[in-house]
């Protein structure tokens, strides 16, 4: 009887664990599909678009401004390439901006768009971007009217356009899918990524 003793606790024990595997199964169902749900509601989003400045689809003329470097140059308008435009509106003092200069510049190569950084700030905090993160002086311009006319009130901010000059998507951007998102409001048609979720709420 003594020898059977621990066979019977050892029976009891197994049981009781496949008794707890089993009513543990249903939870994680209902948790899967908790979860399931969630994704569903809080979808990536993707640049937060504000309400000042022009919108997407506006054009935005030409403006001839002066780059670091001393030259001129046409932001907005028709560009002579016929390619993209990513302004990216950075100041030095902005942790974020310091992040998301090298992503930005990563993803301009890839996605073959022309970067240009604007700003208001000091020259010699922007210049210390231009030596940081081994940007042309020639492709960026420290103006604050530009960005007053555009709405800019927080940084980063990026706006895409086109190469007619108009306004593809704009909003403010933390990370690379930020700015993924304003390549993708173009191809879809919508002016953010955030109307194309309204418009198709399982898309996301």
Partial sequence: MDSASPMTVLAWAQALDWLLLLALAPVLVLLFRRMRYLFTKVAP????????????????????LRALDGTVLAVGGAQPEGTRTLLLFV?????????????AQDFVRREAIDLLCLGDDTD????????RFGLSPSRFVNDPEIGRELGIDKLPFALLLDASGRIVAKGLVNNREHLESLVVAGETGHVSVQS?????????
């Fill in 124 to 131: 010699a905090m922007q210049r210390d971007l231009v030596v």
């Fill in 45 to 64: 989003v993707g640049a937060l678009m504000t309400s000042g400045g022009p919108a997407p689809g506006q054009m935005l003329a030409a403006h001839a």
């Fill in 91 to 103: 100041s030095g003092t902005c942790p974020i901006s310091r992040k998301m200069l090298p992503i």
């Fill in 196 to 204: 194309y979720l309204d418009a198709r709420p399982r898309a996301a």
